[in-house]
Nanobody
Framework: VQLQASGGGLVQAGDSLRLSCAAS????????MGWFRQPPGNEREFVASISWDDHKLYYADSVKGRFTVSRDNVKNTGYLQMNSLKPEDTAVYYC?????????????????????WGQGTQVTVSS
């Protein structure tokens, strides 16, 4: 089982990036997905989550209105579209997947709920 995160890079403030999270060895439609990030010297923090059927989305206040989480279960891939990037968005971004009968925002923001993690992709935003 593997989650492969990609799409990070070095951009300027105001630019956009699209992160991808490709799953192999598991059927992603059986899992809810989340995106977290870990800024330098800080703990991993919740960014966004999406239920298995993409009917429920949830965002951290810091990214609401700028980031959009989505998924394509046919391609077994999740996405995080990041617009209007700011220097404070600089972090290593991780995608995760967890299996639960019901989706709940309360659990989606907790890293310990996740069964699988991608390796992380670096996003650096210069001012």
């Amino acid at each position: 089982v593997q989650l492969q995160a990609s799409g990070g890079g070095l951009v300027q403030a105001g630019d956009s990036l699209r992160l991808s999270c490709a799953a192999s060895g598991l059927t992603l439609s059986n899992y809810h997905m989340g995106w977290f990030r870990q800024p330098p010297g800080n703990e991993r923090e919740f960014v966004a989550s999406i239920s298995w059927d993409d009917h429920k989305l949830y965002y951290a206040d810091s990214v609401k209105g700028r980031f959009t989480v989505s998924r394509d279960n046919v391609k077994n891939t999740g996405y995080l579209q990041m617009n209007s990037l700011k220097p404070e968005d600089t972090a290593v971004y991780y995608c995760g997947a967890y299996r639960s009968r019901l989706y709940n925002n309360y659990y989606a923001v907790q890293p310990e709920r996740y069964d699988y993690w991608g390796q992380g992709t670096q996003v650096t935003v210069s001012s």
